[in-house]
């Protein structure tokens, strides 16, 4: 098996990675580098990539191997502190997380993208314009979540089927969960964040729904 580890970001390397090839990049992967590793991953037939980093670490990896038809690759996730991924894929943290992405056994995991393609591990929320109320209606499948105004619409994947779950806050009230395979929004102006990092512009839509390949989780 070839083992590689990206470090992402100005984060301490646990002591079970230590002697394992690490390459170093920004807290959100760059493209270009995560390319120069897939020749050397590809090498292999059992390639194991361990991310250390935060949630959007993960996703822009997972994003780059689904783009590329790369979904073979085992992930582990290794984060410092505890993140929504983290808790979604019951990974630990620090060397705990570190010794399970090395010796783990790789599952096969729903996968959870949105319309533009890209990847969500943790937690994606949705507001309105400059963080006001959120006016729309959403769907999880064919369940209505909302109509009109919410605080805020949250997603998040699941470690299991049927894959995605939704749930909005009205006021200080969060209600329950709705899984399902696809999570769909539809608002005058909405403004997302996936795994911390939040879109700059405003969309008129947005569906998050379970991709047609799972992706391989150490656990």
Request: hydrophobic share 40%; glycine share 8%.
């Amino acid at each position: 098996m070839s083992t590689h580890v990206l470090r992402c970001g100005d984060i301490p390397v646990p002591i079970a990675l230590a002697s394992l090839p690490t390459t170093q990049t920004d807290r959100v992967p760059d493209v270009a580098v995560i390319d120069e590793l897939l020749p050397v991953l590809a090498a292999d037939s059992l390639p194991r990539l361990i991310v250390l980093g935060a949630d959007a670490s993960l996703a822009a990896v997972l994003t780059h191997l689904m783009r590329t038809e790369r979904l073979h690759v085992e992930v582990g996730f290794v984060p410092v502190e505890t993140t929504y991924a983290s808790r979604v894929y019951q990974t630990a943290t620090g060397n705990a997380a570190a010794k399970i992405a090395l010796d783990g056994r790789a599952i096969e995991t729903p996968l959870i993208r949105d319309d533009t393609g890209t990847v969500l591990v943790g937690r994606a929320s949705i507001t309105g314009v400059d963080g006001a109320k959120l006016e729309g209606e959403a769907y999880v499948d064919d369940t209505l979540l909302f109509t009109g105004t919410v605080t805020t619409m949250l997603i998040s994947p699941t470690m299991t089927m049927p894959g995605v779950r939704a749930r909005v806050r009205k006021g200080m009230r969060k209600r329950t969960w709705v899984s399902g395979r696809a999570a769909q929004l539809g608002t005058p102006g909405g403004v997302v964040t996936r795994d911390g990092i939040t879109t700059e512009r405003t969309v008129p839509r947005s569906t998050f729904y379970r991709f047609e390949h799972p992706w391989l989780l150490v656990r």
